[in-house]
Structures are given as structure tokens and as C-alpha cells.
């Protein structure tokens, strides 16, 4: 900044000299003669770092003798320097996200407070003057000091979540360096009673111990619970409800699981050349037959085999439920005896103590050795 200082005498001016420690100014001498100088700054000035400076100045006239010495001094000027700011800081969200959660059917004055700041100096580009969103198309609003608000009802069934984009503007209408995320979650109006279980239940055979309800939480909207009473109650129409086999024909059982064309089918449907399974109980149209351990189907002479080849293959559906007796009562399933007394069994499928056994018993003419032969499976029930 040009300045110029009069010497009474009309003698030369020849230097100025600043007072102060680690000051980032000089004054140099343009004209001797009018005393015109000129004050620059040595380094970059930063406004951030300082906005103002004070200091004193003073001028020295070109003297007789050895320089400075003998020049004489003007008396003190003080210099008051503010530093302008440069608009060069973008505003910056204090946090890179923001969540809330509303709930739905309500109108909000204010859902949360997004904030911003910025590192300039000056109030013209320090301060914050507006927000926006950015998201396109939501069912909300943004005031100048960053509180959103809903511009309508929201509803959980049409949207659980929104996630919405907000930038932030300065005095200078310079934008935020990066816009923040702000997701809304959206909950339903508190309903008291059990949440998050289903009535139907999938289960695949065999596959054990299975939580019918994993997830299920009692919702009591802050309210107080005195008692609790649960009780459950599963049903099925009939044997075979659940069950993928029953959208398939016993035929195409067959053809699925690659049985042989010689396969004999020991529970057939009534007829006049199968009348053995007349009597039986039929759980449903689908000839699924029920057995209460007081009644069995007697197969005739000549449709089985009385003794099993070295290889064969024994196939069934069964649904097994409570025992009707006692532990250690044999349920038989199939079996193969003499016709006399009914004691000796050639092979038998039976259930006995949570276990499926098989026995098979060869004849003398089938091996050396007259020892049965029994495989047991233990069942999970």
C-alpha cells in the first residue's frame, strides 16, 4: 500500500523502519525526495491464521554521518491492517451421515438438525445462509438452519426408508465440498401383540430340532405387562398336507426315484384282483392307508417272495405317530413268516425304541450260516 511522509526541512527521506517482532510486512522507499513508500507484505498472508495487524512505523531522513546513526527519525505512525478474505473454504458437514426414525401417519416440525461449517475467516464466507436438497422428487424440507421436516404423511406400507442428499451453501453461495447422506427410517404406528412370525412353517424331513418362531418379540408400545400366556397349536389337514409327494402320482414316485419296472406294490387300491387293502383305513382320497396297530393288510401267496434275493430294495412313505403301547412294543411295518406257528421271520421292517430295524434271515440253501442279519436306524421323532 503506497504512503508518503514530508520532511519539514525538505530534506530526503531514505528508509523506514516497522516496529514489531515477526511481522510478514516491510516499507520500502520509492522517492527519497517526495518521500513516497510503499508498504507489501514479505510472505503470503493467511486470514485464517490472523485477520488484523498492528504495528508502528517510522521514517528516517538521509543525514550526514554513518547511516542510521546520525538520521534523524520521525516521529511514530500507527498502522492498523486488516486482512480481506478470500472466499476459498467450501463448507463441511460435521458428520458424513445423519439417521432418524419417524413414525408413520405424522406431521414433524423438525425430524433432525443437519449441520455444516466453514473455515474462512470473514462472516461473509464463514457463516452458513442455506441448505438444500438435493434428492429429487421426496416428501421433504429443509429451513436455512438445517431442520427437516415432512411435507406429508408418511406411510410404512409405501416406503420404510428414504435416503435423501443435503448440500449446504455459504454467504458467498459457495456449496458444500460434499453433500450428506440423511436416511429416514419410517415405522409403523405401535400395535401391541406378537411381531415378526409367520403361520406357515416350512420343515424338511429328517432335518431335526427346528425354532418354529426365531424372531418373534412381544411388541407392548411401553405399556405394562402383568402376565404372559402362550399357546401354540399346530395342524395339518391330513397325513400328507406339507408334503411334496402329493402333487405327484404314485407312478411318477416311481419313475423319480428310478424303481425298477418289476416293482410289486404291496398296498395297491382296492380291487377285484387287489382286495387285501379293502378293509383298511383310508386317511384321504389319496389311498394314503392308516394303520392303529389292531388291524394289517395280509398279503396272499405268491405276490411276494418268500425269501429276499442278494440284492432288492424296500421302498415306503410313512408317518409315524404315538406308540399305543408300551415302550418295548414292536411296531411291524412288513414281515415275512412261516404259516404255521408265525414265530420264525425270513425278513421283517418293523419300528422298535426310536429305532427302524430290518431283519433279514437266509436259509440254509442261501448261505453257510444261519445267523439273522438286523440294521437298525435310529429315528428322530
Not at 475467516?121 to 422428487?137: H, K, L
Not at 453461495?173 to 447422506?181: E, G
Not at 427302524?356 to 436306524?377: G, S
Request: hydrophobic share 35%; with cysteine.
Amino acid at each position: 500500500s503506497p504512503f508518503t511522509v514530508f520532511h519539514p526541512s525538505a530534506g530526503e527521506i531514505c528508509a523506514f523502519k516497522i516496529h514489531g517482532q515477526e511481522l510478514p510486512f516491510e516499507a520500502v522507499v520509492l522517492n527519497k525526495t517526495s518521500g513516497e513508500g510503499r508498504l507489501r507484505a514479505k510472505s503470503p498472508i493467511d486470514c485464517e491464521l490472523q485477520k488484523e495487524y498492528t504495528f508502528i512505523i517510522q521514517a528516517y531522513d538521509c543525514g550526514v554521518g554513518p547511516r542510521e546513526t546520525a538520521w534523524k527519525k520521525s516521529h511514530k505512525a500507527v498502522v492498523h491492517i486488516q486482512v480481506k478474505d478470500v472466499n476459498e473454504f467450501a463448507p463441511t458437514f460435521k458428520e458424513p451421515a445423519y439417521k432418524a426414525v419417524v413414525t408413520e401417519g405424522k406431521i414433524y416440525d423438525s425430524i433432525l438438525q443437519v449441520e455444516a461449517i466453514d473455515e474462512d475467516c470473514s462472516p461473509q464466507y464463514s457463516q452458513i445462509c442455506n441448505y438444500e436438497i438435493v434428492t429429487t422428487d421426496v416428501p421433504f424440507a429443509i429451513d436455512k438452519n438445517g431442520n427437516i421436516r415432512n411435507t406429508e404423511k408418511l406411510s410404512y406400507d409405501k416406503q420404510r426408508q428414504y435416503e435423501i442428499l443435503v448440500t449446504a451453501y455459504d454467504c458467498g453461495q459457495k456449496p458444500a465440498a460434499q453433500d450428506t447422506l440423511v436416511q429416514v427410517d419410517v415405522k409403523p404406528v405401535c400395535k401391541p401383540g406378537w411381531q415378526d412370525w409367520t403361520k406357515r412353517i416350512e420343515y424338511q424331513p429328517g432335518s431335526g430340532s427346528v425354532p418354529l418362531f426365531p424372531s418373534i418379540h412381544l411388541e407392548t408400545c411401553d405399556g405394562a405387562v402383568s402376565s404372559i400366556q402362550i399357546t401354540t397349536e399346530l395342524q395339518t389337514n391330513y397325513i400328507g398336507k406339507g408334503c411334496d409327494r402329493e402333487t405327484y402320482s404314485e407312478r411318477s414316485l416311481q419313475k423319480l426315484c428310478g424303481t425298477s419296472s418289476g416293482i410289486i406294490d404291496l398296498l395297491p387300491s382296492p380291487s377285484a384282483a387287489t382286495n387285501w387293502t379293502a378293509g383298511l383305513l383310508v386317511d384321504s382320497s389319496e389311498m394314503i392307508f392308516k394303520f392303529d396297530g389292531r388291524q394289517g393288510a395280509k398279503i396272499p401267496d405268491g405276490i411276494v417272495p418268500k425269501n429276499l434275493t442278494d440284492q432288492f430294495t424296500i421302498t415306503m412313505w410313512m408317518k409315524h405317530g404315538p406308540s399305543p403301547g408300551v415302550r418295548a412294543e414292536k411296531e411291524t411295518i412288513l414281515c415275512n413268516s412261516d404259516k404255521t406257528e408265525m414265530n420264525r421271520h425270513h425278513y421283517a421292517l418293523y419300528v422298535h425304541n426310536c429305532r427302524l430295524v430290518f431283519l433279514l434271515r437266509k436259509d440254509f440253501d442261501q448261505a453257510d450260516t444261519f445267523r439273522p442279519a438286523e440294521f437298525h436306524w435310529k429315528l428322530d421323532q
